[in-house]
């Protein structure tokens, strides 16, 4: 008897078995034989003889016997019962031992429902073949079959159910039910034969569609060159992309992506959905600049003219702007660190660039990224979004139309941070000249090369600027501006232009000194001459006005006039105290808008030693005051118990402002010893500085703005920390010259000065 162990198959008992001579071969090790008796067992896996275990067959077979063999073709095999397998050991290969038993079918279906179920599944199926070029041979085939089980058993190599279905229609016990389960998958694969041959017929058809709308997209391509070759002016969108592809200079990488995109708009043609997205991205990628700009030959001798031109003092600024372009001029390269010009509003930080842009002879693009919150407003956005577009960096570049414009990116300290991600992180790339050479647009999705291009940012302050952000770029101090600098400026530069907008010809408007000087020392307020310029712009207006009106030909602003002209009243600076008493002490701040002085007062009140600290102070001020409190103590031990018998108040005016730093240590140390001892600091003092609770005043920032201040304030003498005094030197000498400058190591110093 010879073992048949079969995986995937439907063989069920008392039905003709079909089986390739050859396969027969190959899974017993012997040729088939006529009589010859035959077991099938069903593999749970398809496993091979070296791995058969018990565990490996399902446990009931169908028994059979060979009844035609064609040696070169199929022999067929008459099927008998069922068995049940009780036992199976593997001897070796070909080789098995078996203890078997009949398994008894239980007859629930009448000869006649199986006949009319086996004409109608067979005719079911000869239907189906009817519709194919090898109908005629099946149908042959099909014609030799007897029942439902040699139905089944012939077409199960074909089916695609799961070996387990298959294997269940042998296990059922009961005919009737096995019959509906041989029904189920023949009829289902019928379905799902006839579904996959009409998509099948639909796919070719569709195929058929395909090749011939590109076979005459191909004809029309043909046609629309002739055409744009015999009218120039007027060639077609493709054909206009694919000659500013082939002239622009493009990378590799940012050429396939460009061609790629423009086989799609081909295929698409201008009437689908995206034929817009992939318009307007070429129409970008193509109108960059691509290629390299020839350097500029820049003579230094105009590049500082154009500068002086432009801009009134700012000598500091204007030397390192120098050395910058002398260092490209010389490398022919763009070059060197990139410039962070920090300083108040109005002192002309992004003016300037526009100056660098026309001393180097290059475009100029201005990106103002106050507000930006979203990484994509420097990358830009994926094509897959709807509205998607270049970023804020490409888009500038895109309509200076140059590779190598000088960019401002304005107000740097004003990006913020949200669930989009980092803007100031994108920014890393686009500064850092070890990587914007490769700089990658998310619109664009092709690498940009920045380097050419030189980029200047501008910030009000350092504070809120990231570090590693910060760490990429070259600071440069942009200091408030002296009296004398804004009348020159306003004279140079915004009368001449105030008086250019609105229409007003020299000698049709006259501000004198007095007055000029006037509008600049009770009707404006800044380290910068923003509010200057309005205030000119409004006499230039209300001038206009009066000549218009024809009632003067010549309009002569006096100084008493500016509160009815401006139509504002002038503003209050603070200044020196009238009267000194103890406790009370003048400080220098510095702010956004400039420096500006502040008043310490403290006052000791019957109480238990608590203490009160006002004025809508920051941490770090509060922690100067504890500092202060202690050092006093540390100093006046025999003052002490002042602090225990009392309670101490110290208190900061201008209390809507919120105030915060580190430099205001030394003002409340002064205040609280002249509070202690009762004698009293005279007004036309200043100072600042942080102290440490060694009694070491550190050095501070802003020693400029804060100069300034109190020459504007009256002050007199002003107390700064001695590590500052090189700082001197960024000091106009209008200030330096007219103010007693004292540079002080330690608290005593100061004290031993002021508490005589």
Known sequence: MTII???????????????????????????????????????????????????SFYPIGVSGVITEVNPNGFLVVKTADRINISSLIVKGKFKMELAISKREDIEDLEPQEEQKKFDEMRQAILDFVDGFQWGAMARGFIGRLNSIG???????????????????????????????????????YIEVARLTSEAESEHEQDNQKQYRKQAIQRQLAYLQNELDEMDPENVSDTRRFEIKIAESGMNETARKEAEKVLNRLKQEGKNSAESG?????????????????????????????????????????????IQQIAVMDLQKKQSGSILLFVGAPGTGKTSIGRSIARALKR??????????????????????????MPGRIMDGIHKSGVSNPVVVLDEVDKLGVSYN?????????????????????????????????????????????????LNRMEMIQFTGYTVNDKFQIARRHLIPKAMESVGITEGKLEIPDETLNTIITDFTQEAGVRGLKKRLDTLARVAAVDIVKGDEEKVTVEPGQLREY???????????????????????????????????????TKGSGKVTITGQLGDVMKESAQIAISLVKDMYPEQSKLFEENDLHIHVPAGAVPKDGPSAGITMTTALASLVTGKAVSPEYGMTGEVSLRGVVTPI????????????????????????????????????????????????????????
């Open 277 to 321: 997205m992939l318009y307007d991205y070429l129409d970008f990628v193509t109108s960059l600049s691509w290629k390299k700009e020839q350097p500029e030959n820049i003579k230094l001798d105009e590049a500082e003219a154009i500068l002086d031109e432009d801009h009134f003092g700012l000598k500091k600024v204007k030397d390192r702007i």
């Open 566 to 604: 401006l139509d504002m009243r002038p503003i209050s600076h603070e200044h020196i105290l009238e009267e000194k008493r103890p406790g009370v002490v003048t400080g220098l701040a510095w702010t956004q808008v400039g420096g500006e002085i502040l008043f310490i007062e403290t006052l000791f």
């Open 363 to 388: 475009e100029y693009v201005r990106v103002s990224l106050g507000g930006v919150r979203d990484e994509a407003d420097i990358r830009g956005h994926r094509r897959t979004y709807i509205g998607a």
């Open 421 to 469: 991600g980092d803007p100031a992180s994108a920014l890393l790339e686009v500064l850092d000249p070890e990587q914007n050479n490769t700089f990658t647009d998310h619109y664009m999705n092709v690498p940009y090369d920045l380097s050419d291009v030189l980029f200047i940012c501008t910030a009000n302050t350092t504070d809120t600027i990231p570090e590693p952000l």
């Open 701 to 756: 920032g802003g020693l400029p703005e804060k100069l300034m201040a109190a020459l504007r304030a009256g002050i007199s003498s002003v107390f700064i920390p001695a590590e500052n005094e090189d700082d001197l030197r960024d000091v106009d000498s209008e200030v330096r010259d007219k103010l007693n400058i004292i540079p002080v190591r330690t608290v005593s110093d100061v004290l031993d000065v002021v508490l005589k």
């Open 150 to 188: 040699d139905l089944t058993s012939a077409m199960s190599i074909w089916f695609a159910n799961p070996n387990e279905e298959k294997y269940a229609i042998i296990a059922e016990d009961h005919t009737a039910k096995r019959a509906e389960l041989m029904e189920e998958l023949v009829y289902g």
């Open 5 to 55: 162990p079969v995986y995937n198959r439907v063989i069920t008992p008392h039905s003709d078995v079909f089986f390739q001579t050859d396969h027969f071969r190959k899974i017993t090790g012997k040729s088939p034989e006529k009589e010859e008796q035959v077991i099938f067992l069903f593999l749970k896996d398809n496993e091979t003889w070296d791995k058969y275990e018990q565990d």
